[in-house]
């Protein structure tokens, strides 16, 4: 089946901190991967993706790497702000059927 | 428009009370799906529409739940005789193809069954 598995948080790093947070995925076939981020008070949004292996997603200075060969997608970004406190949350969707796979979450709490 | 809407953004409803939630797409997008979250937890998957196919309704967790879409256009999300468990953020979100781009989802509404 398809399944997400995210590591679980909450994290707290100060300002400047190296940040990664794992996921690991189950899928048959070759799914998308996504991180998706939920700021406090605010609804999902996308930010980024990989569509095949070795794709790497990058956006704000967040990068996730597609790895076929460990089924991971890993969030890693080199220096946290303040302003990146939210959840992210690990998805993938299938290439095949219709379903959505989200993680259940890590929390991310960035301190000055 | 610019975004998906959900509305009421918050819904305060009585044990037993019938709620509806309703979600308005990204115009054009195809594809649309209800989730749930509960306080705390990842997303529940609740249901899956695509154009004019039959609706993926896998994810519903009882009869008391259903949804509607007419064509591409607005959904709706009916949870009759609502219990306290169903207290969730309900979240919609639209996409273009079946998703492998991402989706876009609403604010979402929190219901919170009393």
């Known amino acids: 089946g398809n399944s997400v598995t995210q590591m679980e948080g909450p994290v707290t790093l100060s300002e400047e901190a190296f940040l990664t947070i794992n996921c690991t995925y189950t899928?048959?076939?070759?799914?998308?991967l996504f991180w998706y981020v939920q700021y406090p008070g605010e609804g999902l949004q996308l930010l980024l993706k990989?569509?095949?292996?070795?794709d790497k997603g990058s956006n704000k200075g967040f990068e996730a790497t597609y790895r076929k060969e460990t089924t991971s997608f890993h969030l890693e970004k080199g220096s946290v702000q303040v302003s990146d406190s939210a959840v992210y949350f690990c998805a993938l969707t299938p290439n095949t059927g219709n379903q959505f796979y989200f993680g259940t979450g890590t929390s991310l709490t960035v301190i000055p | 428009g610019a975004g998906v809407s959900q509305s009421p953004s918050n819904k305060v409803t009585e044990k037993g009370k019938d709620v509806e939630l309703r979600c308005d797409p990204i115009?054009?997008?195809?594809?649309l799906y209800w989730y749930r979250q509960r306080l705390g937890q990842g997303l529940e998957f609740l249901i899956y529409f695509q154009g004019n196919s039959a609706p993926d309704k896998s994810g519903l967790p009882s009869d008391r739940f259903s949804a509607e879409r007419t064509g591409e256009s607005v959904s709706t999300l009916t949870i009759q005789r609502t219990q306290q468990e169903d207290s969730a953020v309900y979240l919609c979100a639209s996409s273009w193809d079946r998703g492998r781009g991402g989706y876009t989802f609403g604010s979402g509404t929190r219901l919170t069954v009393v």
């Open positions: 899928a048959t076939g070759y799914p998308s």
């Open positions: 115009s054009g997008h195809t594809a």
């Open positions: 990989a569509t095949k292996a070795d």
